[in-house]
């Protein structure tokens, strides 16, 4: 399973601008930046708006493409709850793609790397 505590080491003005991105509310959040990716990118991906009657600790996006990704978005400080950390487990035990995105992963081009590995493009990592 990834390292879900680590984040990429930004300049201080970006490590600024990631410590005040929310994480799902707006326009500048990055889950909105996300979505924009997703579709600038041609892949399909599910989020749920309403989790009652859900099991505890799904990831906030599932992203289809050349594979099947999960990922759980969070401020950049933010925490993964008891839930969160075993659904990542079930998912990587389960040979899944299960990792954390934070607002330093969008401004280092980590997020958008991976999703067009995802989409297929050549050269992506």
Avoid: C
Avoid at 113 to 123: D, H, K, M, N, Y
Wanted: charged share 20%; hydrophobic share 40%.
């Amino acid at each position: 399973m990834p390292d879900t505590t680590a984040t990429t080491p930004l300049p201080p003005g970006q490590a600024a601008i990631a410590a005040a991105m929310s994480e799902d509310k707006g326009p500048d959040s990055l889950d909105a930046h996300v979505v924009r990716l997703i579709a600038d990118l041609g892949l399909w991906s599910f989020h749920a708006r309403n989790s009652i009657g859900s099991q505890k600790g799904w990831p906030d996006r599932t992203i289809l493409g050349k594979w099947i990704m999960h990922r759980e978005l969070k401020r950049q400080n933010g925490k993964l709850t008891a839930g969160q950390r075993t659904v990542g487990d079930l998912i990587w035990a389960a040979g899944g793609d299960w990792d954390v995105w934070r607002p330093s992963d969008l401004l280092s081009g980590r997020i958008a790397s991976e999703l067009a590995a995802l989409a297929g493009l050549r050269g992506a990592t």
